[in-house]
């Protein structure tokens, strides 16, 4: 079974950075395309970026994120990362990852990972919690 453990989150002031890491626990992960999305209580989930399996994996950001966020993949270490620079308070969120479809199936464009709910991914972990404020 799919699942994932999110880490790396905390508190941060409005400017600063955070690396999230998002770990597979029982399976390898570079068969995979991964996601990473955000929630806060009593709001919808929505998509931050997702990144694919295939060769160099090709990378894709919500409008909102893009030119901040950087998603990568160590394959080696089983791990996927996101990292956030020039936080905003808006960023505030709990962030989960999960996985999909191998290739660009529900990964192929900046606008389809930031109109998504992630209903086609899969092994939600616990989330990770990242609040900026000063």
């Known amino acids: 079974q799919v699942q994932f453990v999110e880490s790396g989150g905390g508190l941060v002031q409005p400017g600063e950075s955070l690396r999230l890491s998002c770990a597979a626990s029982?399976?390898?992960?570079?068969?995979?395309?991964i996601g990473w999305f955000r929630q806060a209580p009593g709001k919808e989930r929505e998509g931050v970026s997702c990144?694919?399996?295939?060769?160099?994996?090709?990378?894709y950001y919500a409008d909102s994120v893009k030119g901040r966020f950087t998603i990568s993949r160590d394959n080696a270490q089983n791990t996927v990362y996101l990292q956030m620079d020039s936080l905003k308070p808006e960023d505030t969120d709990t962030y989960y990852c999960a996985s999909t479809s191998p290739g660009n199936l529900y990964c192929n464009s900046d606008y389809e990972i930031g109109h998504t709910g992630g209903y086609e991914y899969d092994g939600w972990g616990q989330g990770t919690q990242v609040t900026v404020s000063s």
């Open positions: 990144i694919t399996n295939t060769p160099g994996g090709s990378a």
């Open positions: 029982g399976f390898s992960l570079e068969y995979h395309t």
